[in-house]
């Protein structure tokens, strides 16, 4: 039956782009032209595929997508999960007893961040001779740069279309400490964070500036007269000022008011002016650190550090295969690792979900906060960032994306990019 089916496609086939004529006037025509041509051969390939389906065909797909429909099926069950437990109100530790499993899949991913980022960056740094090496590391900072204005353009312009701060705000009024941070201060921490002191402290702690308040007491002469620190009106009721006149004129002399007056003014011309010393507060800020990785640190160091084995050459070369061994050895690890990311993205999502208290409630304070910033994200993830791997490489960005689908769920299950990234390198290495 379907053999006439097929017969009559492949004429079809054959006859719009097997043709030479029909293909060099194509490449002679617009960019439109050939744009629609290349679409109308990629449907034919795409149809032909579908008559030729087999039941290997199909096991061999489940086989090489295993995992992402593992961890699809995952996050599903993980939802379905908590949604069933919710209403036996699980205390607080029997949520995080059951969330266990999941904590223990985001120890093992972060296990191997910090030497994955290191052998690999080395290993990389170091196959590179000195100009593409920097001919690569100047179109990083400008595609960094680059993403990140039109990022923060895309949620400025989310935010003013939306305006997720109008949706309710009641219970969301908490205390806490607002720690004041200048820009001039963080400028400076990053660039700190850059050259790390003690690499050892680098891998488990990074600079920040800590500010403290100090009391400055200073000196300063006042030249007021003595007439102007009276009341300019003494019948009137000056408490209000923290100024006593009745104390005052206690204090003087018995003599009339304009009298002592002129003592006073021929006192202070005598001695001369009167000190005052004053309280001044200034913040201060200090040297201090906090926990985590200073992987900005790392990854300069392992830039140098594979840049300067690259031009050793020959005499480099054990250093360069120690650490192409390393970096192999670890990918292998996150191999095995990965295979247990679907049962710990299960019990994460769950516990997760179980934590919130109403979900209605949530819902309805911080709603449009999460649309906002969903939406941003599928504006910059697919359209913008497809659109610049199109222009740049010319290629096909979804089936670059299909290839990081692993990594893309994983980050949606952990919510945590650095548990994220060995799952990256790995799609990175055998996908793409």
């Given at each position: 039956m379907l053999s006439p089916i097929m017969g009559e496609h492949q004429t079809h086939i054959n006859s719009l782009f097997l043709n030479e004529e029909t293909s060099k006037q194509l490449e002679s025509g617009s960019r439109v032209h050939r744009f629609r041509h290349a679409l109308e051969k990629r449907a034919a390939h795409a149809r032909k595929q579908m008559y030729n389906i087999t039941r290997e065909s199909v096991k061999g797909f489940f086989q090489r997508n295993a995992f992402v429909l593992l961890t699809i099926l995952a996050?599903?069950?993980?939802?379905?999960?908590?949604?069933?437990?919710?209403?036996?109100r699980m205390t607080y530790r029997q949520i995080k007893y059951f969330s266990f499993p999941g904590e223990l899949l985001m120890r093992m991913l972060q296990m191997l961040v910090l030497p994955l980022i290191v052998s690999s960056l080395i290993t990389g740094m170091a196959s590179l001779d000195s100009s593409a090496?920097?001919?690569?590391?100047?179109?990083?900072?400008?595609?960094?740069?680059?993403?990140?204005?039109?990022?923060?353009f895309i949620g400025i312009f989310m935010v003013l279309i939306i305006h997720p701060g109008k949706g309710t705000k009641k219970g969301l009024?908490?205390?806490?400490?607002?720690?004041?941070?200048?820009?001039?201060d963080a400028f400076m921490d990053l660039i700190?964070?850059?050259?790390?002191?003690?690499?050892?402290?680098?891998?488990?702690?990074?600079?920040?500036?800590?500010?403290?308040?100090?009391?400055?007491?200073?000196?300063?002469v006042s030249n007021t007269s003595p007439a102007a620190m009276l009341p300019q009106h003494p019948k009137q009721d000056t408490n209000s000022s923290g100024f006593n006149y009745n104390a005052t004129m206690a204090s003087l002399p018995l003599l009339p008011l304009e009298n002592a007056l002129g003592v006073w003014n021929n006192v202070t011309k005598a001695l001369g002016s009167f000190p005052e010393v004053l309280n001044f507060e200034e913040v201060i800020p200090g040297p201090g650190s906090v926990n985590g990785v200073n992987a900005l640190g790392l990854v300069v160091f392992s830039i140098c550090f594979g840049l300067v084995i690259g031009n050793m050459k020959q005499k480099g070369h054990p250093l360069r295969e120690f650490f192409d061994c390393l970096n192999e050895s670890i990918l292998r690890m996150v191999a095995v690792i990965i295979w247990y990311a679907p049962i710990g993205i299960l019990f994460l999502i769950a516990g997760k979900i179980l934590e919130m208290e109403d979900l209605a409630v949530m819902g309805g304070q911080i709603g449009l906060y999460t649309i906002t910033v969903i939406v941003g994200l599928l504006i910059h993830g697919l359209c913008v960032l497809p659109l610049i791997y199109f222009i740049v490489t010319r290629k096909n960005p979804w089936i670059f994306m299909a290839g990081l689908l692993q990594a893309l769920v994983t980050a949606f299950g952990t919510s945590s990019s650095s548990a994220t990234l060995p799952v990256t390198f790995r799609c990175l290495e055998e996908n793409n």
């Open positions: 996050v599903l069950l993980g939802i379905t999960l908590a949604l069933a437990l919710r209403p036996y090496s920097g001919k690569m590391g100047v179109r990083a900072v400008i595609y960094y740069m680059m993403t990140t204005i039109i990022a923060v009024q908490g205390e806490g400490k607002i720690e004041q941070v200048h820009a001039t700190r964070n850059m050259f790390p002191p003690n690499l050892v402290e680098a891998c488990f702690r990074q600079y920040k500036t800590q500010y403290s308040v100090r009391v400055i007491n200073r000196t300063v």
